[in-house]
């Protein structure tokens, strides 16, 4: 692989986790990397992976972060015993996350105020779906069944702030004060409703004023 051209994988391993997986997740990656590559510039842009800590892995067994515009990290439990079946079938949707992100940054989307950081999920999330071929993310196994508007009336007093607390509006532990991972899908929803009154697509509108989605 062109290193100018493709973004680099590389394994933390000194703790020998990864042996055996290597294989497979290096196939995962190429493949959705390749995809992701007609759709983005993704030179100077490294994606390393390493285990969890116990106890810190979420359900889905996987999870993803966008550090800079140059690097994200992703990590595994490779505690499960179906840790190859979550490869396979989260990784793409995760990565493709992640990158979405990059791109944002790179197009300096800002994310500062609480309403900021819901579209910024918000798009990535919308951009996993449809990269995914329309599957939902699986970060709303639980949520989608409540409604995002009345999630979205609580969080509004919110909205302008920079100094609200990001783990309880979207991680949510122990479902506290908002459902687990409401952050995101009342920013998914927002997003989707913009979308398809807009007829835009979620690369087009990258960069648009947060306060559009919310009129």
């Known amino acids: ?10 394994l933390l391993n000194d703790s020998g986790k990864f042996d055996g997986l290597d294989d497979t997740i290096r196939h995962v990656f190429a493949e959705t990397a390749h995809k992701l590559n007609a759709l983005f510039d993704l030179s100077q842009l490294d994606v390393t992976f390493s285990p969890f800590a116990e106890g810190d892995a979420p359900d889905s067994g996987i999870g993803g972060w966008a550090i800079n515009m140059y690097r994200i990290e992703l990590q595994l439990d490779l505690e499960r015993p179906d840790i190859k079946e979550v490869i396979i079938t ?45 599957t939902l993310p699986s970060l709303f196994k639980e949520s989608h069944h409540h409604d995002w508007q009345s999630l979205l009336a609580e969080m509004t007093p919110h909205l302008s702030s920079k100094q609200f607390n990001y783990l309880d509006f979207f991680y949510c532990r122990d ?41």
């Open 1 to 10: 692989i062109d290193k100018d051209v493709w973004m680099q994988l590389t």
């Open 90 to 134: 989260e990784l793409p949707a995760v990565l493709a996350h992640e990158v979405h992100h990059i791109v944002q940054k790179k197009n300096k989307v800002e994310a500062e105020t609480l309403a900021e950081n819901l579209i910024f999920e918000g798009l990535a999330c919308y951009f996993e779906q449809r990269f995914n071929g329309g």
């Open 175 to 215: 479902n506290r004060p908002f459902p687990k991972y409401a952050g995101y899908w009342v920013g998914f929803n927002l997003v989707a409703n913009y979308l398809a009154k807009s007829g835009l697509n979620e690369i087009e509108v990258m960069g648009l004023p947060a306060e559009a989605y919310f009129n």
